[in-house]
């Protein structure tokens, strides 16, 4: 796993960085045999590694805070980075769920994911149209659910401004997909 220099530079110090890098984790045919999951969940209870990575994400901004309204945090991990986000900002939080998790009536968009397929939804009217949502997550691979996010944004007619990811899988086409709206990434595997 390597840092992007943008967040090289955002943490400040080698030791910040080293520190940081130190608390993520990999996880060997997880949650099936060939796929490597990458755990972000000893950085969130370590409170200096989970103060790092926000305030990281916050420096990576793909656009400014004032070029967006809602952070929206693919679920599940995505929360757990765009609402504290969303709180620091100043901004509303919109959370994309899995289906079946929201009552109704919901907006709802499937995809494909590296190791199957999905839907997430969105509760309907929540979003006012017209609205700018910086999408969030804490990992971009195939971006098929950052995409299906989009697609759902774009049908109550509002707007994706852009999407910002704490790490990268490379090879996977996420960022080809999302290539029509800013992309930034902290880290890069």
């Keep these: 796993m390597t840092m992007t220099e943008l967040a090289k530079h955002q943490l ?17 045919d ?5 796929v490597t999951f990458r755990d972000i969940m000893p950085v969130l209870t370590d409170p200096k590694a989970f103060n790092l990575l926000i305030d990281a994400m916050i420096d990576a ?4 805070p004032d070029e967006f309204d809602y952070v929206g945090g693919l ?6 980075v765009g609402a504290p986000l969303a709180y620091k900002l100043g901004k ?22 590296e190791y199957g ?11 006012p149209e017209g609205s700018r949502v910086l999408i969030v997550d ?22 994706v401004a852009g999407f ?7 090879g996977q086409g996420g960022r080809e997909k999302l290539s029509q709206k800013p992309v930034n990434v902290l880290m890069k595997i």
């Design 30 to 34: 997880f949650p099936g045999r060939g």
């Design 75 to 80: 679920e599940a991990r995505g929360f757990l």
């Design 164 to 170: 910002l990811f704490a790490i990268e899988l490379e």
């Design 12 to 28: 400040n110090s080698d030791a910040n960085f080293n520190y940081l890098m130190s608390k993520f984790r990999t996880i060997h």
């Design 92 to 113: 509303g939080f919109l959370p994309f769920r899995k289906l079946g998790k929201l009552p109704p009536p919901t907006l709802k968009q499937s995809y494909e994911l």
């Design 138 to 159: 804490d990992l971009m691979a195939t971006g098929g659910t950052a995409h299906a996010a989009q697609l759902l944004v774009e049908r109550t007619g509002s707007s």
């Design 117 to 127: 397929a999905a839907t997430i939804e969105i509760e309907d009217h929540l979003l």
């Design 61 to 64: 901004l793909p656009i400014s």
